[in-house]
């Protein structure tokens, strides 16, 4: 078992920035790629990003290219997603997610585990 805790959401002006985290706990990190998907209000569960324990291969989502940045730190068992010029459309629930998939960015069936989710609102 994994367990995959975030933090980090909030209420965010346009254009501004945060970085959620997401803490594992368990089974070895390092089988895992890490990744994070959201779900906007009344959409479907869509993937953001993901990278894989060396951090040799990195995915996103077209949507979120140039500014969101995915990252982990593999001695604190923790994953980022460092979010920039956030947009109104950004607004969703962000979920981490663990998984063996590594060759390809993850779709939701490829996801081992998933945490709880994490609050992102981006105002206008």
């Known amino acids: 078992q994994v367990q995959l805790v975030e933090s980090g959401g909030e209420l965010v002006q346009a254009g501004g920035s945060l970085r959620p985290s997401c803490a594992a706990s368990?089974?070895?990190?390092?089988?895992?790629?890490m990744g994070w998907f959201r779900q906007p209000p009344g959409k479907e569960r869509e993937f953001v990003a993901a990278?894989?324990?060396?951090?040799?291969?990195?995915y996103y989502a077209d949507s979120v290219k140039g500014r969101f940045t995915i990252s982990r730190d593999n001695a604190k068992n923790t994953a980022y997603l460092q979010m920039n010029s956030l947009k109104p459309e950004d607004t969703a629930v962000y979920y981490c997610?663990?998984?063996?998939?590594?060759?390809?960015?993850?779709?939701?069936?490829?996801?081992?585990?998933w945490g709880q989710g994490t609050q992102v609102t981006v105002s206008s």
């Open positions: 990278i894989t324990w060396s951090g040799g291969r990195i």
């Open positions: 997610a663990a998984s063996t998939v590594k060759w390809r960015p993850m779709r939701t069936p490829d996801v081992d585990y």
């Open positions: 368990g089974r070895t990190f390092s089988n895992y790629a």
